[in-house]
């Protein structure tokens, strides 16, 4: 059950079209309508105090949260709190045991729950009166261990693009936008009028022993000036990796070259809101052949798709109209399939030192978004690899085939572990093959 709840999305938001979002955005922000009234009568020293206590009050939200997680006795009393919630809530609802090993608990220092801070930490959480996260029975349907999916493999955000983000100024209301992607634009003067929406999307993959399952893969940050191709350009995928095949003179596989570059996309397509994307190819387009094939289908049962007028690489994102929680297909490289879900559309920060009275409202979201280098990948699932069939402790890079001193064929090795063995006596008909690992180092 948790593995299904994984993979539903939705509902679905209304349509946005990312354009029209921008322009109601910009003129609403910035026009003298979207000024409060009442802020404006204040004086001088009143809106100071008020930034000062708002300022503070998140001060003293972080400084008392970050004094109970450096606190060893205090964050073990609070940890220790949930564990004991979650297992009452599993022991209420009859749920079994997670399987596999059971994780030690962590054991309180003798004396601890009685000390002075303890206590004293205790009765501040008992004193709160938000009651509504509380853990129903219910909660257990939804509770589970943590997946390889839910571990991040990236520390800070990684810049995988050349787009640059631009804001707007105050004087820059009204000023007409550009569809055109950031790819084919050139560095005009006046770049930064147009002013960009910043859109989050994850993407997912097909579960291979459970292909009606999806698992997330990555989830990025992009620009609406960039187009669907440059996402397309940054998605790790095995696919994308596939080493090239060295003939011999009778046309037979010999071995395989492996490069870090991302080989040509063979073609690829992207299917948002009942229009086909293609690769804009003169021959072969892949939306020519998906309609093509569906044209073969029964009238009945055939999907109502139509080809849209632009290719991939010429679409941006603020040329499309999307729905939040809905899923959209990318197929690309033969029959490789991704899914990609928009998670939130927003409008880019503003430069502050242009719009003085709206410093309050709009100095704190998002201020920390990097200028350059969309799109973003935010999150990336680490890779699971076999490990090497010899040591059983390091990933296998090699898939052995023939090799008559092993105990099985293919067999998978990792690099020192093949480099120990060395050459077989007769190499003929031993093949190395590497084995594919989507890259993410661009």
């Not at 069939?389 to 690099?415: N, Q, T, W």
Request: one cysteine or more; charged letters at 20%; aromatic letters at 6%.
């Amino acid at each position: 059950m948790n593995r299904s709840f994984d993979s539903y999305f939705g509902p679905p938001s209304q349509p946005i079209n990312v354009a029209e979002f921008l322009q109601q955005a910009n003129s609403e922000l910035l026009s003298e309508s979207s000024t409060n009234a009442s802020w404006e009568q204040l004086t001088p020293e009143h809106r100071n105090a008020v930034e000062a206590e708002i300022n503070e009050s998140i001060s003293d939200l972080k400084s008392s949260l970050d004094q109970v997680w450096d606190n060893p006795v205090l964050s073990a009393h609070v940890r220790r709190q949930h564990e004991s919630t979650v297992a009452s809530v599993r022991d209420q609802a009859d749920v079994p045991a997670p399987k596999g090993r059971k994780r030690k608990r962590d054991i309180a220092p003798e004396g601890s729950e009685s000390t002075p801070e303890v206590l004293q930490l205790q009765e501040e959480l008992d004193a709160v009166n938000l009651r509504c996260w509380g853990l129903a029975v219910e909660s257990a349907l939804c509770m589970r261990a943590a997946k390889n999916s839910d571990y991040n493999a990236l520390d800070a955000p990684k810049k995988m693009g050349t787009g640059i983000l631009h804001t707007l100024d105050h004087g820059d209301v009204g000023a007409t936008r550009s569809s055109t992607p950031d790819s084919l634009r050139g560095h005009s003067p006046d770049a930064n009028s147009y002013p960009n929406a910043i859109i989050s999307l994850t993407v997912y993959n097909r579960i291979t022993y459970l292909p009606s399952c999806l698992t997330r893969s990555s989830q990025y940050a992009v620009l609406s000036t960039q187009s669907l191709t440059d996402l397309l350009r940054v998605l790790p995928c095995a696919s994308s990796n596939m080493p090239i095949e060295v003939l011999d003179a009778e046309g037979d596989v010999s071995g395989y070259n492996v490069t870090d570059q991302i080989g040509e996309h063979a073609g690829c397509l992207f299917y948002i809101e009942d229009l086909v994307y293609g690769d804009g190819r003169e021959t072969a387009d892949y939306a020519q052949k998906l309609i093509a094939h569906f044209h073969k289908l029964p009238e009945d049962k055939r999907p109502q798709i139509k080809t849209a007028p632009t290719s991939a690489s010429e679409t941006t994102f603020n040329a499309l109209t999307l729905r939040t929680h809905q899923p959209y297909w990318i197929l690309h490289q033969g029959n490789c399939e991704h899914f990609f879900v928009i998670d939130q559309i927003r409008h880019a920060p503003f430069r502050f030192n242009s719009i003085k009275s709206l410093n309050i409202i709009y100095r704190l979201p998002h201020a920390s978004d990097p200028l350059s280098g969309y799109p973003l990948m935010l999150h990336l699932t680490p890779t699971v690899q076999d490990l090497c069939r010899a040591c059983g402790k390091v990933p296998a890079v090699h898939s052995i085939v023939g090799d008559m001193r092993l105990g099985e064929s293919p067999c998978l090795l990792c690099a020192p572990c093949w480099r120990m063995m060395g050459p077989p006596k007769n190499d003929e008909g031993v093949m190395v093959v590497p084995l594919v690992i989507p890259f993410v180092n661009h």
